[in-house]
Nanobody, 123 residues
Framework: VQLQASGGGLVRAGGSLRLSCVESGLTFSSYAMGWFRQAPGKEREFVAAISWSGGMTDYADSVKGRFTISRDNAKNTVSLQMNSLKPEDTAVYYC?????????????????WGQGTQVTVSS
C-alpha cells in the first residue's frame, strides 16, 4: 500500500482547504482510512476516520463541524474537506490506511502512512 497526500498550503484563518490522498494498490476498499496531524513539538493526533464503505465516520472533537472526511473507492481516494480553519489547525497532515475495514481512531490501528502535507493557517 502506497499513499500520496496532497492539497496542503497556506490559508488565512476562516478559510478552507481540501486534502486528498490517493492509494496505489488493489485493495483500497478493504481498509478504513484516516487522517492524522502533527504540529511542531507535539505528538501525532487523530483528526478523522472513515470506514471501508464510507458509511461510518468519526472526528476529533477539535474538528467536528468543520472538517468532513469522504472517500471514493472507485478512485482509490480519501479526502478531507477543512472549513473554518484556525491557526491551531496548523500541522503536517497524514493520511493512513487501517489494518481493518472497520473505523479506527488510534495510531496503532493504521499500518500504512502517506508522506504528509503541510497545512499552515495564518491569523
Amino acid at each position: 500500500v502506497q499513499l500520496q497526500a496532497s492539497g496542503g498550503g497556506l490559508v488565512r484563518a476562516g478559510g478552507s482547504l481540501r486534502l486528498s490522498c490517493v492509494e496505489s494498490g488493489l485493495t483500497f476498499s478493504s481498509y478504513a482510512m484516516g487522517w492524522f496531524r502533527q504540529a511542531p513539538g507535539k505528538e501525532r493526533e487523530f483528526v478523522a476516520a472513515i470506514s471501508w464503505s464510507g458509511g461510518m465516520t468519526d472526528y476529533a472533537d477539535s474538528v467536528k463541524g468543520r472538517f468532513t472526511i469522504s472517500r471514493d473507492n472507485a478512485k482509490n481516494t480519501v479526502s478531507l474537506q477543512m472549513n473554518s480553519l484556525k491557526p491551531e489547525d496548523t500541522a503536517v497532515y497524514y493520511c493512513a490506511a487501517g489494518y481493518r475495514a472497520t473505523i479506527a481512531t488510534e495510531i496503532y490501528e493504521y499500518g500504512s502512512w502517506g508522506q504528509g502535507t503541510q497545512v499552515t493557517v495564518s491569523s
